[in-house]
């Protein structure tokens, strides 16, 4: 995975696959906090990340508990997964 837009899109898509509500990808607030705005449960976080790293090809193995922790919003992970995008899983 080569763009921020590129991962932006597989994270967009990971996260409105997980959320209980109906929400189309494109009208999902980057830096609206995941929790708090869309209702994201820990478990289902946990699921999210696991799933992007995976379409993003970015080992979840590259995270700590406090990176997890302060992925709050679209953005955060989005950032994230693009500081390891391209290297070795």
Do not use: Q, W
Not at 7 to 28: F, H, T
Not at 42 to 65: A, G, I, P, Q, R
């Amino acid at each position: 995975m080569s763009t921020d837009m590129e991962i932006e899109a597989v994270v967009r898509d990971g996260l409105a696959s997980v959320l209980d509500s109906d929400v189309e990808p494109a009208d999902l607030n980057p830096d609206l906090d995941m929790a708090d705005g869309y209702g994201l449960t820990s478990l289902n976080k946990v699921l999210f990340l696991m799933s992007v790293c995976d379409d993003t090809k970015v080992s979840l193995s590259h995270f700590t508990e406090p990176d997890v922790a302060g992925m709050r919003t679209l953005r955060d992970v989005v950032t994230a997964l693009a500081r390891y995008a391209g290297t070795a899983a």
